[in-house]
């Protein structure tokens, strides 16, 4: 009897380790995905192909200020911008309450940094990554562009946006790896399984709206040309 129930003791405990690491590979396909579908569209400022509009997604704002992290961003495509690799600027991030705007912080710090006003176009509703990316193609009317985020976040974004109908490159922003960097990484893990279905069924932004026109009216423009 002693003996029977050590090695049925064993069996669950070897089933248990048998699910958890299924469980584990599992949870590892979607972060795969991303890797090896993407990976080579991930460039620098200085090799990444010439596109209309670069698309630079939201991080958190301090008052009406750029986080160091979202300034890192928007420096980014300031070099984009200033080397002639894009002609507009979609900024799209989070104005969901009245006292909290990404998209108005980003705008305002690329204006004060020398890009015309008319050609940095603000997107309000982009509240997460594949709102970000639907709505830049839906509701902007962009096919090409370069997306500037995050290094761990690159990947993602050029999954969903590819999956939204644009074709596009990404540019990393250089951040520093510090504890806001690491546990940024940790929630790509959930966040690759979250694309995954974004990218299979293509759900509906949080809100939708009408066409807007400031893309193109930015592409059109040539005030801001050198």
Known sequence: MRVSGVL?????????????VLACLLALVPSGWEFLTQSSRIRTVADVPA???????????????????????????LDLYRAHKVQAILVTGDNSHPDYNEPGAMYQYLVDHGVPAVKVVRDYAGFNTWDSCTRARRIFGVDHAVLVSTDYHV???????????????????????DLTWYAGSVRELPGAGK???S??????????GPSDPGVTRALADSSGRR
């Open 155 to 177: 990947r993602r974004a050029l999954a969903l946006c590819r999956a939204a109908g644009i074709d596009s490159y990404a540019v990393g922003a250089p951040e520093p790896h």
């Open 8 to 20: 049925r003791g064993r069996r669950r405990q070897r089933r248990a380790f048998q699910v958890m």
């Open 195 to 197: 694309a995954l279905f």
């Open 199 to 208: 990218a299979v069924f293509t759900p509906d932004p949080a809100l939708l």
């Open 51 to 77: 596109e209309p509009v670069a698309v630079v997604f939201g991080a958190q704002v301090v008052g009406e200020e750029p986080s160091p992290y979202l300034a890192a961003r928007l420096d980014a495509a």
